[in-house]
């Protein structure tokens, strides 16, 4: 992600040297939002499915070494068919690990509820910050690199939490991951728009990661000032 950001914040430098035309950011667009409600259904299908077949807590480091494995899959695949593929399964891989979190969600009283409202919230977030960056035409490049130090310090702070186990800092994490997340849709739709990002793959990846980080920080804000943290 650190390459992609500071490569578009190169190419807005000088945006008036970008020649490609409403057709090709139409498109990129078209092929962005398509690929990511296939993979927004299929995650839920493999999120169903690690329900129904009660798949218990998958240990962080496994869930962390798969995801930026399946991650350099695609990066190295993106512009080929075969990045399709990886992205599938990298989409389908997260939504396998929220099985066994939203099992646990149903069982308890008002799970369900918090659940909804959790997807409830990514969905305005998502397409309330799509909306303003399709609407207003803004260039939010100037975020990249706020975006990529704050992803790094919540990253390290998550891992820090994995050994430390301190509630608070695992809401200060959640909040961070999702003011960060809404801040990279609007980035990346930006980047769409204005012919920064050109390849749908790498778009799509994107703003999955950004919508199932802010679903995941959602549930646990929810979660625990509805007294269940």
Same mark, same amino acid.
């Given at each position: ?90 989409? @389908? ?93 609007l980035w990346q739709t930006s980047a769409i728009i204005h @012919? @920064? ?6 778009a799509t990846v994107t703003l999955y990661v950004s919508l199932y980080n802010i679903f995941i920080s ?12």
């Amino acid at each position: 992600m650190q390459d992609k950001l500071q490569t578009y914040a190169a190419t807005q430098t000088a945006p008036q040297g970008y020649t490609g035309g409403a057709i090709e950011i139409n498109r990129v667009l078209r092929n962005t939002y398509a690929l990511l409600a296939m993979t927004l259904a299929f995650s839920a299908m493999m999120a169903g499915a690690s329900m129904v077949f009660a798949v218990p807590f998958i240990s962080p480091w496994i869930m962390l070494l798969t995801y930026f494995g399946l991650l350099f899959a695609v990066a190295k695949t993106q512009n080929s068919g075969w990045g399709i593929f990886w992205t599938f399964g990298l989409t @389908g891989w997260l939504g396998f690990t929220l099985g066994p979190v939203l099992n646990v969600m149903m069982s308890v009283p008002g799970g369900s509820e918090m659940v909804m409202l959790a997807l409830g919230g990514t969905a305005v977030i998502f397409f309330g910050l799509s909306g303003v960056a399709l609407v207003t035409r803004k260039d939010f490049s100037f975020m990249a690199n706020f975006l990529f130090v704050g992803v790094l310090v919540a990253f390290v702070a998550a891992i820090a939490n994995i050994f430390l186990q301190i509630p608070g800092l695992q809401l200060a994490v959640a909040s961070m991951f999702l003011l960060l997340s809404s801040g990279i849709i609007l980035w990346q739709t930006s980047a769409i728009i204005h @012919g @920064g990002e050109r390849n749908y793959i790498s778009a799509t990846v994107t703003l999955y990661v950004s919508l199932y980080n802010i679903f995941i920080s959602l549930l646990q804000l929810i979660m625990a000032f509805g007294g269940d943290d």
